[in-house]
């Protein structure tokens, strides 16, 4: 049986748990009912964000990759965005006037994230293409339409 590894990083999207607990679901959910949007540490720690259709097209060359290519394969965004700055698109996105809230930041919190997708590159010829504003963009619209309907 052909067996295929994958490193999946930072991924975020539509259909996303809206009690998810990670940064995007997090400052999306409190933007769009008024709370104030919380982030840890003073915000200059960073997040390498994956929209999740450039995952799953990661994820299907990954698949359809000759047998001898089996990974691991790290699969995610290099880009580098400071949460901080993450917060800041949600808040001109959502048209909140919400506040941001500094909490202590956990002392297992990492200060980076980011992957290095050359194996992606190199072998599977993917890299993601979805821009982080037009990724929040279309998962702000899901969690408008789903909170509306709850």
Known sequence: MDTKIARIFNTYGPGMALDDGRLVSNLVVQALTGCSMTLYGDGSQTRSLCYVDDLIEGLVRLMESPATFRGPVN?????????????????????????????????????????????????LGWWPVTGLREGLRRTIADFVARIKSA
């Open 75 to 123: 699969l995610g965004n290099p880009s580098e965005t400071p949460v901080l700055e993450v917060a800041g698109v949600i808040r001109e996105l959502t048209g909140t006037s919400a506040s941001v809230v500094h909490l202590a930041l956990p002392p297992d919190d990492p200060r980076r994230r980011c992957p290095d997708i050359t194996l992606a590159q190199h072998h």
